[in-house]
């Protein structure tokens, strides 16, 4: 039977998550990086400015480890979701250059401490801030992971690409004419569905 560390299988599923993310900004332009999609203006570089700022807090000030560097979208007296989205003077290469830091501060701490390693959250409540870095390291996973599914959807919308990761992108084999039979059988499929609720066609009732 394989042996298997916990701690090393946990901090596997976190940087795979992170490359992950990092890697939807790959072949996209400054402005495509930027582009807010939805009403809520979701973004890819702002997943990526977020979950740097959010891993610096959970795995740094939570074990009294401090970053050590001023970022002043997380000042007090910031702008709301102000860690949501890049200004036009924060380059791709500052943040992402960020996010790449934020993976060394928090690698430091996973590495030096234990799992039963006992922290602090400062921003959660007081009946629950107390924490351990197992708790941390599996709330950071789902944190990172959520991120990168809106990221998937994000960069879907802007080109069409899809995917885990270079070389594993873990979608079905098929060319863009058997994406198309796909979604269409699966909109026929949502249109048959919808009909005995409503006892119309949801297509002619959208159209």
Same mark, same amino acid.
């Given at each position: 039977?394989?042996?298997?560390?916990?701690?090393?299988?946990?901090?596997?599923?976190?940087?795979?998550?992170?490359?992950?993310?990092?890697?939807?900004?790959?072949?996209?332009?400054?402005?495509?990086?930027?582009?807010?999609?939805?009403?809520?203006?979701?973004?890819?570089?702002?997943?990526?400015?977020?979950?740097?700022?959010?891993?610096?807090?959970?795995?740094?000030?939570?074990?009294?480890?401090?970053?050590?560097?001023?970022?002043?979208?997380?000042?007090?007296?910031?702008?709301?979701?102000?860690?949501?989205?890049?200004?036009?003077?924060?380059?791709?290469?500052?943040?992402?250059?960020?996010?790449?830091?934020?993976?060394?501060?928090?690698?430091?701490?996973?590495?030096?401490?234990?799992?039963?390693?006992?922290?602090?959250?400062?921003?959660?409540?007081?009946?629950?801030?107390?924490?351990?870095?197992?708790?941390?390291?599996?709330?950071?996973?789902?944190?990172?992971?959520?991120?990168?599914?809106?990221?998937?959807?994000?960069?879907?919308?802007?080109?069409?690409? @899809?995917?885990?990761?270079?070389?594993?992108?873990?979608?079905?084999?098929?060319?863009?004419?058997?994406?198309?039979?796909?979604?269409?059988?699966?909109?026929?499929?949502?249109?048959?569905?919808?009909?005995?609720?409503?006892?119309?066609?949801?297509?002619?009732? @959208?159209?």
């Amino acid at each position: 039977m394989t042996g298997s560390d916990p701690k090393t299988d946990l901090h596997r599923y976190l940087q795979d998550a992170r490359e992950a993310l990092l890697w939807k900004l790959d072949g996209l332009s400054e402005y495509n990086i930027r582009r807010p999609l939805v009403p809520t203006g979701t973004n890819l570089l702002g997943l990526i400015k977020h979950v740097a700022s959010v891993e610096l807090g959970y795995f740094g000030d939570t074990f009294g480890r401090p970053f050590g560097e001023r970022l002043a979208w997380l000042e007090d007296d910031a702008e709301p979701n102000a860690d949501m989205w890049a200004t036009a003077d924060e380059s791709r290469e500052q943040i992402t250059g960020l996010y790449r830091r934020a993976w060394a501060h928090s690698d430091a701490t996973i590495g030096a401490l234990g799992l039963d390693a006992i922290g602090r959250v400062p921003w959660w409540p007081e009946d629950r801030s107390e924490v351990t870095l197992h708790k941390i390291l599996v709330h950071m996973i789902a944190e990172t992971d959520r991120h990168a599914g809106q990221a998937d959807i994000v960069r879907e919308l802007i080109d069409g690409a @899809a995917g885990l990761r270079a070389g594993n992108d873990t979608m079905a084999p098929g060319d863009r004419a058997w994406w198309e039979g796909y979604r269409s059988r699966l909109e026929r499929a949502a249109r048959e569905a919808g009909r005995p609720e409503t006892g119309h066609d949801p297509a002619r009732e @959208a159209g």
